[in-house]
């Protein structure tokens, strides 16, 4: 789970916070980050998800802390894989990314059955999010 950084290093992922606006903390955003040059980078497969949030935060926030893995299925992944200060394992990950997915497809299957067409549209939604799959897992 690693990337090339612009410097020629290699790159690696870790939780990260981001500040937006000067009032919201948004702690556990996976970052690519180089060791050797410090340059980070939000990784593509959760930038869809942070910049959701971000549109409904608005222009002015109030003062916050959030949570990243409540709004990005990925975030929520490698934060479960126990990425505290290690790489996560890809085994892990790949093994976490299979049970969200049969947990997802399982509650559709409920939703469908109780015919709430807006909750099938949400975890249809979310295992789409999750289709966007990490690099090298």
Not at 35 to 63: F, H, W
Not at 106 to 133: F, M, P, V, Y
């Amino acid at each position: 789970m690693r990337k090339r950084c612009s410097c020629g290093s290699e790159m690696k992922i870790r939780l990260s916070t981001v500040i937006y606006s000067g009032r919201v903390e948004i702690d556990d955003v996976p970052i690519y980050s180089c060791p050797a040059c410090n340059r980070s980078e939000v990784i593509p497969e959760v930038k869809q998800d942070l910049t959701g949030l971000i549109g409904k935060l608005g222009d002015k926030p109030p003062k916050q802390s959030l949570s990243f893995s409540e709004w990005s299925e990925w975030a929520d992944l490698l934060l479960q894989a126990g990425m505290g200060g290690k790489e996560p394992d890809a085994r892990e990950i790949e093994r976490l990314v299979e049970e969200r997915v049969n947990d997802l497809l399982d509650l559709h299957l409920l939703a469908q059955s109780l015919n709430d067409a807006a909750w099938q549209e949400e975890l249809r939604a979310r295992l789409a999010r999750i289709a966007r799959r990490m690099p090298n897992t």
